[in-house]
């Protein structure tokens, strides 16, 4: 395996501790601490399509592609967004262009939701890196933001038809 092939590999390694080790930061230690100190009672599925709706918007997605964000059929979809819509933080609105079509948006109360989220997600983060330098910080941030431009750069969704 060459040199650059090897670092891909652990930087692949690296991600999937972070996303799905149990102590990474978003393994479930991690996510019932983050979870733990908010407010309204949301399952770890419940914030994920939050989330989804959040950086989806505008337009807000449709159950459909709530279901395919979740990787599961569009009933278990139904009921996650049903579950949000009891507690009020989601609400189901009919699509400007296509009246059949329903989508699912977030409401004051979930958007709050979320602030509240972004700020204890910050807090979490900050406790996991309050020994890193201001520098090491720097580069971090830097270096995230040029992945993430990277990948939507070189790995870009399919044109919706």
């Given amino acids: 395996m060459d040199e650059r092939a ?29 979870l733990g100190g908010l407010p309204d009672d949301v399952s ?6 939050l989330r989804f709706i959040e950086v ?3 337009p807000p997605p449709s159950v459909s592609d709530v279901a395919a964000m979740l990787l599961v059929d569009r009933a278990r979809a139904v009921r996650v967004v049903d579950r949000l819509a009891a507690d009020g933080l989601v609400a189901r609105v009919r699509d400007d262009l296509d009246r059949r079509i329903r989508r699912v948006a977030l409401t004051e109360d979930g958007h709050r939701h979320l602030r509240l989220a972004g700020a204890r997600r910050a807090e979490l983060l900050g ?4 020994d ?7 580069h971090l941030a830097a270096y995230l933001e040029q992945l993430n431009d990277s990948v939507v ?9």
């Fill in 153 to 161: 750069r070189h790995l870009p969704w399919p044109e919706e038809t």
């Fill in 44 to 49: 770890p599925t419940g914030y994920r399509v």
């Fill in 132 to 138: 890193w330098s201001g520098g090491d910080l720097e």
């Fill in 127 to 130: 406790e996991a890196l309050s």
């Fill in 56 to 58: 989806s918007s505008p």
């Fill in 6 to 34: 090897e670092l891909v590999r652990r930087l692949d390694s690296a991600v999937q501790v972070l996303r799905h080790g149990r102590f990474g930061l978003y393994g479930p230690v991690i996510r019932d601490r983050f």
